[in-house]
T-cell receptor, first 111, second 115 residues
Framework: SQQGEEDPQALSIQEGENATMNCSYK?????LQWYRQNSGRGLVHLIL?????REKHSGRLRVTLDTSKKSSSLLITASRAADTASYFC???????????FGAGTQVVVTP | EAQVTQNPRYLITVTGKKLTVTCSQN?????MSWYRQDPGLGLRQIYY???????DKGDVPEGYKVSRKEKRNFPLILESPSPNQTSLYFC??????????????FGPGTRLTVT
């Protein structure tokens, strides 16, 4: 069963615009992670946010976590064509070795 | 270079013919995991290992076996592959420390087709 669900499923924006995608989950978590995947290649870790954190930044990325709403958001600011990829959220629960991924948001950034 | 390697990268096989997909990491990570990725379903965890000789089931373990005899290697074994195991497989590893988990490093993937 999938824990995280991303929204929207697909997003098309122009270079320079911001991209926001959301992740909702069902049960309590130890941490939530965001990954990027380019066209069937391996996933690349972006940000890990722990259950006691509310916001984290990394370069042009900003992640928020609202445990009361069981949701997280990933914001990519000033997007570039190279940001075109699929983005996945993954949750680690109390048995933190188990990681559950959502189905992903496909982002296309056009020049 | 720190990396997770998988072999083979592509494999076409027939139903019932046992196969092994190897996974190796050079980062001295305690934790390793296998996932399969199917269109529209994201990644689903097959098995994971917290350390040598410690393995546990993920969400979709049926039809798969794993072993962790050495820290760096975590092979995935399909004893009798079936067409529904046609998928893109990823191995991943990460540090671990007690109850704290860390980001995972993924291999390049193995595309398996079972006819």
């Amino acid at each position: 069963s999938q824990q995280g669900e991303e929204d929207p499923q697909a997003l098309s924006i122009q270079e320079g615009e911001n991209a926001t995608m959301n992740c909702s989950y069902k049960t309590s978590i130890n941490n939530l992670q965001w990954y990027r995947q380019n066209s069937g290649r391996g996933l690349v870790h972006l940000i890990l946010i722990r259950s006691n954190e509310r916001e984290k930044h990394s370069g042009r990325l900003r992640v928020t976590l609202d445990t009361s709403k069981k949701s997280s958001s990933l914001l990519i600011t000033a997007s570039r064509a190279a940001d075109t990829a699929s983005y996945f959220c993954a949750t680690a629960g109390d048995s933190w070795g188990k990681l559950q991924f959502g189905a992903g948001t496909q982002v296309v950034v056009t020049p | 270079e720190a990396q997770v390697t998988q072999n083979p990268r592509y494999l076409i096989t027939v139903t019932g013919k046992k196969l092994t997909v190897t996974c190796s990491q050079n980062m001295n990570h305690e934790y390793m995991s296998w996932y399969r990725q199917d269109p529209g379903l994201g990644l689903r965890q097959i098995y994971y290992s917290m350390n040598v000789e410690v393995t546990d089931k993920g969400d979709v373990p049926e039809g798969y076996k794993v072993s962790r005899k050495e820290k760096r290697n975590f092979p995935l074994i399909l004893e009798s592959p079936s067409p529904n195991q046609t998928s893109l497989y990823f191995c991943a590893s990460s540090w671990s420390s007690g109850e704290i988990s860390y980001e995972q490093y993924f291999g390049p993937g193995t595309r398996l087709t079972v006819t």
